[in-house]
Each structure stands twice: as structure tokens, then as C-alpha cells.
């Protein structure tokens, strides 16, 4: 398994040239699935990067397939208290590691941003945006209903892979 995943942005032609220098690299073009406008390139090889300006999450914990492809979802937490953090963390581990998997999610992983340890991601793969959309309204999603209100630092992104 995989310890860390790293990320950047840019524009297609930018993003494509960083993929054929390194062929050998297990690189996922995304686009973002609100705006269609916003690349990002995905280095899911655990390998040290080799982008000029990356940003890399430590996974924590993972459950789930190691195909990577579907619709990704990023959510944010951002700079929780320490009570917030201690509280996100048990929820999120007992989310990953013991709850049964929504239906049509493929993977997910808990991860913290590497320079600010107080950023967490959860990352998810599901089989359609509308798998992603239906969890959000059911009884798995609640423990992190509160940490997604107008208190916390919150936000989403979701994407679809590029194809060549």
C-alpha cells in the first residue's frame, strides 16, 4: 500500500509534459467536475515527487480497492481545534476501518496534509458523482456532518479522470 499522494495544478499541456517525462509514474489527469476548467495531476506511485510545486498527503489509513478510476471526491478539514481533531480523528478511523463501505465507493483514505498536520482529507473513489451525492444524504455521512458547517474550515472538490 501506497503512504503518500501527491497533487498539483495546472494547465493541460503543462500537466501532459510533466506525464511523458515520467512514463514509468502512475500519474491520474483530473478535471475538476464543478468548473471544467481547473486540471490537477494526481502521482499515486508513493515514489518522492517530481512535481515543482506539490502538495502531499500522508494516508493514515485506506479501505477499498487500488483501482484508480470513477469519480474522486477531496473533502477538507481544515485547522481544527485539538478537541475537533481528536474528535475527527476517532470518527474517521472508525469510518475507514470498520464501517461497511457506502454503496458504490470504491476506495477511501484518510490523510493529512504533510506541512500542516492539522489538515485533513478524505479522499473517496465511488463509481459515479451520484454514488458520492446519495452517501452525503445518508446515515454513514453524519459523523462528519458537523465538521462540514459554517464553523469549520470545509470545502470539497470532486473530479473526473482525463482521458489522453
Given at each position: 500500500?501506497?503512504?503518500?499522494?501527491?497533487?498539483?495544478?495546472?494547465?493541460?499541456?503543462?500537466?501532459?509534459?510533466?506525464?511523458?517525462?515520467?512514463?514509468?509514474?502512475?500519474?491520474?489527469?483530473?478535471?475538476?467536475?464543478?468548473?471544467g476548467?481547473?486540471?490537477?495531476?494526481?502521482?499515486?506511485?508513493?515514489q518522492?515527487?517530481?512535481?515543482?510545486?506539490p502538495?502531499h498527503?500522508?494516508?493514515?489509513?485506506?479501505?477499498?480497492?487500488?483501482?484508480?478510476?470513477?469519480?474522486?471526491?477531496?473533502m477538507?478539514?481544515?485547522?481544527l481545534?485539538?478537541?475537533?481533531?481528536?474528535t475527527?480523528?476517532a470518527?474517521?478511523?472508525?469510518?475507514?476501518?470498520?464501517?461497511?463501505?457506502?454503496d458504490?465507493?470504491?476506495?477511501?483514505?484518510?490523510?493529512?496534509?504533510?506541512?500542516?498536520?492539522?489538515?485533513?482529507?478524505i479522499?473517496?473513489?465511488?463509481?459515479?458523482?451520484?454514488?458520492?451525492?446519495?452517501?452525503k444524504?445518508?446515515?454513514?455521512?453524519?459523523?462528519?456532518?458537523?465538521?462540514?458547517?459554517p464553523?469549520?474550515?470545509?470545502?470539497?472538490a470532486?473530479?473526473?479522470?482525463?482521458?489522453?
Amino acid at each position: 500500500m501506497i503512504t503518500r499522494i501527491s497533487i498539483t495544478f495546472g494547465t493541460k499541456a503543462v500537466l501532459e509534459t510533466v506525464i511523458k517525462k515520467y512514463p514509468d509514474r502512475q500519474m491520474l489527469l483530473l478535471d475538476t467536475s464543478e468548473k471544467g476548467d481547473q486540471l490537477a495531476l494526481l502521482d499515486v506511485s508513493g515514489q518522492p515527487s517530481v512535481f515543482a510545486s506539490p502538495v502531499h498527503y500522508d494516508i493514515k489509513l485506506h479501505r477499498g480497492t487500488a483501482e484508480w478510476r470513477g469519480f474522486f471526491n477531496f473533502m477538507y478539514f481544515n485547522n481544527l481545534s485539538p478537541e475537533d481533531q481528536k474528535t475527527f480523528n476517532a470518527k474517521a478511523s472508525q469510518f475507514v476501518k470498520s464501517q461497511p463501505m457506502p454503496d458504490g465507493m470504491r476506495a477511501v483514505y484518510f490523510m493529512k496534509e504533510e506541512k500542516n498536520r492539522s489538515n485533513n482529507i478524505i479522499f473517496s473513489i465511488w463509481d459515479s458523482a451520484d454514488d458520492y451525492l446519495t452517501w452525503k444524504r445518508t446515515a454513514s455521512f453524519t459523523p462528519f456532518s458537523y465538521f462540514t458547517g459554517p464553523l469549520n474550515n470545509f470545502h470539497a472538490a470532486s473530479y473526473h479522470q482525463v482521458n489522453g
